[in-house]
């Protein structure tokens, strides 16, 4: 086993009233409690909380962060008479109420309803890469795969009190961004850099952090950051995506440092694998990327360990990463879980007090 990549995973929460269950918006009362930045953060609704772990080569001491970072996400909400809630989409919720920062302001006031809309949570995992050249080889080599993670992490049925019809709301929502989504290849950094500056300068972006990309570089860190993921409400979930982006990400370096060829998926192909992941999560087919058609999702997530093989053994993932997708096939995603609390009656009451409920014991160690 060798020393694996360091992983780093960012969390977005939203803070509910354990009365209501609607969301609440008290972000600002429960990031000052914690008063460093580091440890919670605002985002663009006051709903939301966003919390980041260090930097692990361990995926056993990226959990162990993980449990301490909602803790005190846990403890600032309840501070402020709320509950955290590790959940995509407003089950109950509407319209949030946009932080008042003049970056969010000036994103509702560009983008309108699109922006208004966005109040979804999603998981950001960051993964060490050497410099931008092996970064955009990476980023070229993942999206065929983002499709199978999305469904894996799906999430988000609900959304404002209705069943969507969906695994992961969240995603859908997400893509009405005009720089979200799956990309084209670039072919090498300068491709992507010029990119990247030609969305800003089209309007369509604010500047790089609004760059949404499945997967992106990093703004403030040498990293890939893979924002495909539905926030988790159960961390082994959270850590399982983790391990198998690491292993992509590691896989595909790999094969561009040997010379390896590809070929790039044309984006309308990637649309189609993402819609049937987002619809039904692990629920139905899926496009396995190994031979381009629709399969079963046991044998697209088959597909998905094998080629990830040798860096799972690299790193020591391997049982782990076995083991979860065993138990996401037999017991199910967070979506199928949401379902089956919400029952014949719907009842979504029930699934918030769920969330919350297992929000609370994914962070006691």
């Known amino acids: 086993m060798t020393t694996p990549r360091k992983l780093a995973v960012e969390e977005e929460m939203f803070l509910v009233d354990p009365r209501t269950r609607l969301l609440v918006p008290v972000s600002k009362a429960a990031v000052d409690l914690v008063g460093s930045e580091d440890d919670l953060e605002q985002e663009l609704f006051l709903q939301q909380v966003e919390t980041q772990s260090d930097p692990h080569h361990a995926v056993a001491d990226l959990l162990s962060d993980l449990r301490a970072t909602r803790r005190v996400a846990i403890d600032a909400a309840e501070s402020v008479g709320a509950a955290l809630a590790a959940m995509p989409t407003g089950v109950l919720a509407g319209d949030g109420e ?10 509702v006031t560009r983008f309108g309803r699109v922006g208004r809309q966005a109040l979804v949570n999603g998981t950001h995992v960051h993964v060490d890469v050497t410099d931008d050249e092996e970064a955009v ?26 069943d969507t019809g969906y695994a992961s709301w969240r995603a859908e929502v997400w893509e009405s961004w005009p720089s979200a989504g799956p990309v084209e290849a670039f072919g090498d950094a300068a491709g992507y850099h010029r990119t990247v500056a030609a969305i800003i300068d089209a309007g369509a972006a604010l500047d790089e952090g609004m760059i949404y990309f499945d997967a992106r570089l990093a703004r403030a860190f040498p990293t890939v950051e893979i924002r495909v993921a539905d926030v988790c409400t159960d961390l082994t979930d959270t850590v399982l995506v983790a391990a198998v982006l690491r292993a992509l990400v590691e896989t595909s370096a790999q094969a561009w440092r040997a010379g390896e060829p590809f070929s790039p998926w044309r984006v309308e192909l990637s649309r189609a694998a993402r819609w049937r992941a987002r619809r039904d999560g692990l629920g139905g087919s899926l496009i396995d990327p190994s031979h381009g058609r629709l399969t079963s999702a046991r044998h697209a997530l088959d597909s998905l360990v094998h080629a990830v093989g040798p860096a799972l053994d690299r790193s020591g993932d391997r049982a782990l990463v076995e083991d979860g997708v065993e138990r996401l096939l037999t017991h199910g995603t967070g979506a199928e879980r949401q379902r089956a609390v919400a029952g014949d009656e719907n009842d979504l009451a029930a699934v918030v007090d769920d969330v919350v409920r297992r929000t609370a014991e994914s962070a006691r160690d």
């Open 98 to 107: 946009v932080t008042p920062k003049q970056r969010y302001e000036r994103m």
């Open 137 to 162: 080889a990476v980023v070229d080599r993942l999206a065929p795969w983002m499709p199978i993670v999305l469904a894996m992490s799906a999430n988000s049925p609900f959304d404002a009190g209705t």
